[in-house]
């Protein structure tokens, strides 16, 4: 069965450093999301992305985020200055139509030290 | 807006009991519910799903029942094993919006 692919498992950086999420979503997808979870706890949405832009956005996700699609298979969660408080697992997400399952990789552990 | 909640854990059981995780929605329009299910150092995996009113999802000998008039998605297992010791998050969707609740923690001891 296809999944959805993310690298690095886990990512170590410094405060201030930009880190880079890695994502490889199920290939006949159309919509990709990136969430959040602390501690194993709330699954807080970051984005969603459609035909190449954001379609929605939570208040988590300020300007020191940004997402991309460089490429037909990519999709990348990008954050420009890391903080203490971004250490979390960050999970990719994609699915074909808006009201189908979404379909998670196994997330990335983001520590900023 | 669209919310979910859910019971909050964690929840411990002895293998062999019957487990309910209550979930109740709020939602502006006409939500599909599902349940996700995370083990230990994984993503979440789909376990169940309903997209209409007194639909009921079933897998895996978990079952939910989609419950309009009490707005509720309610997560059931008859026996739950040891190996069903994960967290579980209800979550509804409404167009390109998909809400989860805060997780329960389900273990099960032998």
């Known amino acids: 069965e296809p999944e959805v692919t993310q690298t690095p498992s886990h990512q170590v950086t410094q405060m201030g450093q930009e880190v880079i999420l890695r994502c490889v979503p199920i290939?006949?997808?159309?919509?990709f999301y990136w969430y959040r979870q602390i501690l194993g706890q709330k699954v807080e949405f970051l984005v969603s992305?459609?035909?190449?832009?954001?379609?929605?956005k939570s208040e988590i996700f300020d300007d020191q985020f940004s997402v991309e699609r460089p490429d037909g298979s990519n999709f990348t969660l990008k954050i420009r200055s890391t903080k203490l408080e971004d250490s979390a697992m960050y999970f990719c997400?994609?699915?074909?139509?808006?009201?189908?399952?979404?379909?998670f990789g196994n997330g990335t552990r983001l520590t900023v030290t | 807006g669209n919310s979910v909640t859910q019971m909050e854990g964690p929840v411990t059981l002895s293998e062999e009991a019957f487990l309910t995780i209550n979930c109740t929605y709020t939602a502006t329009g006409y939500p599909s519910l599902f349940w996700y299910v995370q083990y230990p150092g994984e993503g979440l995996q789909l376990l169940l799903k309903a997209t209409k009113a007194d639909d009921k999802g079933s897998n895996k000998g978990f079952e939910a029942t989609y419950r309009k008039e009490t707005t509720s998605f309610h997560l059931e297992k008859g026996s739950v094993q040891v190996s069903d010791s994960a967290v579980y998050f209800c979550a509804l969707n409404v167009d390109n919006d998909m809400r989860f609740g805060a997780g329960t923690r389900l273990t099960v001891k032998p």
């Open positions: 997400a994609s699915r074909w139509v808006t009201n189908s399952p979404l379909h």
């Open positions: 992305f459609y035909n190449n832009e954001i379609s929605e």
């Open positions: 290939s006949n997808h159309l919509y």
